[in-house]
């Protein structure tokens, strides 16, 4: 029995293993990799500058990731100002990206191996990794679209408001860590109008339609002044 239930936990032991070691590594990164020309650029304009001209954009750039810009800066006020405090938001990033991770897997499968070959996939691009060691927004867009992606998994499961409005929370939250999550938004959207399209005959599916349609207006007027500039 006890080799039986240890054999369970092995997917879960592997899981905590790669975990540990993904934030170690980031961290390594986080303290040896030297400021890029983007993250000079972010501190200079932005983190240096208030939170109303982060949020105007008063320098109107592409380089400004408004909720990176803000969430470096309360970083470096809180802690001291040096370059792993202003990257610490996405390593916070990464570890909330791991558990989303392993919660979205075992709502997708029931079996531990499937839970771990989703993890990893999910895990192990070079490419998209080397975004939690620096402080610019895209390690926190992709932490709050798997967010997202979560609550739209228990509102197909179990519409509520809550978990419906969830969904649009962490979108506007994506959104606003890189401008290019819009096209997530429209994604989101539409898979929900498919659903509730071809759910129309269920009790409340043109109150959910129309939720969605007013949370996506919503979502691109809170950009519109960035975009416009």
Known sequence: MERTLHKKNIPFFI???AAG?????????????????DEALTYQWYVSHSYGDIILNHI???NNHFL??????????????????LRLPNLLALIAYLALSVLIARK?????????FCFLLLQLNPFMFEFWGLARGYGLALSFMLAAFYALLLCL??????TFSAIYFFLFLAVFSNMALLNAVMAFSAIIGIY????????GAVRWLAGAIVYTGLIVLSIY???RI
């Open 108 to 116: 997708l499968f029931g079996n531990r191996w499937w839970v771990l």
């Open 157 to 162: 499961q179990r519409p509520a408001f809550l």
């Open 60 to 62: 109107p750039t592409a």
């Open 196 to 203: 509730w399209l071809q759910h129309i005959k269920q009790p």
């Open 68 to 85: 990176n810009s803000v969430l470096a800066k309360i970083s470096l006020k809180a802690f001291t100002d040096n370059v792993f405090f």
């Open 21 to 37: 070691i993904l934030v170690s590594l980031t961290v390594i990164r986080m303290l040896n990799v030297t400021i890029t020309h």
């Open 225 to 227: 002044e960035q975009i």
């Open 15 to 17: 899981i905590g293993l």
